[in-house]
Nanobody, 130 residues
Framework: QVQLVESGGGLVQSGGSRRLSCAAS????????IGWFRQAPGKLREGLSC??????????YYADSVKGRFTISRDVAKNTVYLQMNSLKPEDTAVYYC?????????????????????WGQGTQVTVSS
């Protein structure tokens, strides 16, 4: 059974950093790509980043809103994907989700779309205080 569990959320001051984790079980990172999303109250779920499977290649994708501040990475031994978030702003406050679908690569045409992913974690809250 495919399962994703996010952790690492919490309260952080503006300008601070936070690292989120997405622990995967029931599948390996060899054949699944992973995306990070967030959803703030009253807003649509926003795609932030996507990393290909270990069997794929190419650089990760990032949304313009987080490019240069957020970094996605993975630890194959731990079957875990991370989202390092730096220079956080109050507008980064949201529930953060990881998601996955089978396939080597993030879709170059729509990696940011929630409909591209079949399995989701429960989310972790990140609150950035001003």
């Amino acid at each position: 059974q495919v399962q994703l569990v996010e952790s690492g959320g919490g309260l952080v001051q503006s300008g601070g950093s936070r690292r989120l984790s997405c622990a995967a079980s029931g599948f390996t990172l060899d054949y699944h790509h992973i995306g990070w999303f967030r959803q703030a109250p009253g807003k649509l779920r926003e795609g932030l980043s996507c990393i290909s499977s270990t069997s794929g290649y190419g650089d990760p994708y990032y949304a313009d809103s987080v490019k240069g501040r957020f970094t996605i990475s993975r630890d194959v031994a731990k079957n875990t994907v991370y989202l390092q978030m730096n220079s956080l702003k109050p507008e980064d406050t949201a529930v953060y989700y990881c998601a996955t679908s089978a396939g080597y690569y993030c879709s170059g045409y729509g990696w940011w779309a929630p409909s591209e992913y079949d399995h989701w974690g429960q989310g972790t809250q990140v609150t950035v205080s001003s």
